[in-house]
T-cell receptor, first 116, second 115 residues
Framework: DADVTQTPRNRITKTGKRIMLECSQT?????MYWYRQDPGLGLRLIYY???????NKGEISDGYSVSRQAQAKFSLSLESAIPNQTALYFC???????????????FGPGTRLTVL | QKEVEQNSGPLSVPEGAIASLNCTYS??????FFWYRQYSGKSPELIMS????GDKEDGRFTAQLNKASQYVSLLIRDSQPSDSATYLC???????????????FGQGTILTVHP
């Protein structure tokens, strides 16, 4: 079974619609992240959460919101989708308590979102 | 603005050759460095991490870190067509507080290994 799962895997929606992307993990990691990836722009951080009560904006949070429902679940919402939010979205997790790493991040399979 | 830069490529090498991928970063206050491999349409997969100056080897992969010169590189020995992918460099820039644990990614280098 996958350690980090994302739903849906593909979504096509229309401008102005509200959409939620969900991320679940079974790795037991406290830290979770949302990124978007656009051709030529690499991975950019949208929001991150270091525990259920700690949520922080990343470099491109405008137009997005998040909810950390539990240690294992972190959702990303687009309140009113617009075409330039068309991208590949990734969820990632990390474990700050690991003695063998410095916050290596592990990625889910991604959600391809198209806003028409 | 802390930055991570990579040559976007594409870098093309023949099968069996050594592929050399380079990454430079903008700030000396950094703690950890990662290389991810990403196949087209797939998620990034961690292949190497390095924290100290010098070389770190894992199978056909060697990561090299030089903090004084602010660069990190990835060598792939005996390159195979299955190594064809985009390679992302990521740096954890530390500036205190919650910045620890955030990664900044380069744009990636496309590697093509031809038979």
């Amino acid at each position: 079974d996958a350690d980090v799962t994302q739903t849906p895997r593909n979504r096509i929606t229309k401008t102005g619609k509200r959409i939620m992307l969900e991320c679940s993990q079974t790795k037991g990691h406290d830290r979770m992240y949302w990124y978007r990836q656009d051709p030529g722009l690499g991975l950019r951080l949208i929001y991150y959460s270091f525990d259920v009560k700690d949520i922080n904006k990343g470099e491109i949070s405008d137009g997005y919101s998040v909810s950390r429902q539990a240690q294992a679940k972190f959702s990303l919402s687009l309140e009113s989708a617009i075409p330039n939010q068309t991208a590949l979205y990734f969820c990632a997790t990390s474990d700050p308590t690991s003695l063998s790493s410095y916050n290596e991040q592990f990625f889910g399979p991604g959600t391809r979102l198209t806003v028409l | 603005q802390k930055e991570v830069e990579q040559n976007s490529g594409p870098l093309s090498v023949p099968e069996g050759a050594i592929a050399s991928l380079n990454c430079t970063y903008s700030d000396r206050v950094s703690q950890s460095f990662f290389w991810y491999r990403q196949y087209s349409g797939k998620s990034p997969e961690l292949i190497m991490s390095i924290y100290s100056n010098g070389d770190k080897e894992d199978g056909r992969f060697t990561a090299q870190l030089n903090k004084a010169s602010q660069y990190v590189s990835l060598l792939i020995r005996d390159s195979q067509p299955s190594d064809s992918a985009t390679y992302l460099c990521a740096v954890n820039f530390y500036a205190g507080g919650t910045s620890y644990g955030k990664l900044t990614f380069g744009q990636g280098t496309i590697l093509t290994v031809h038979p």
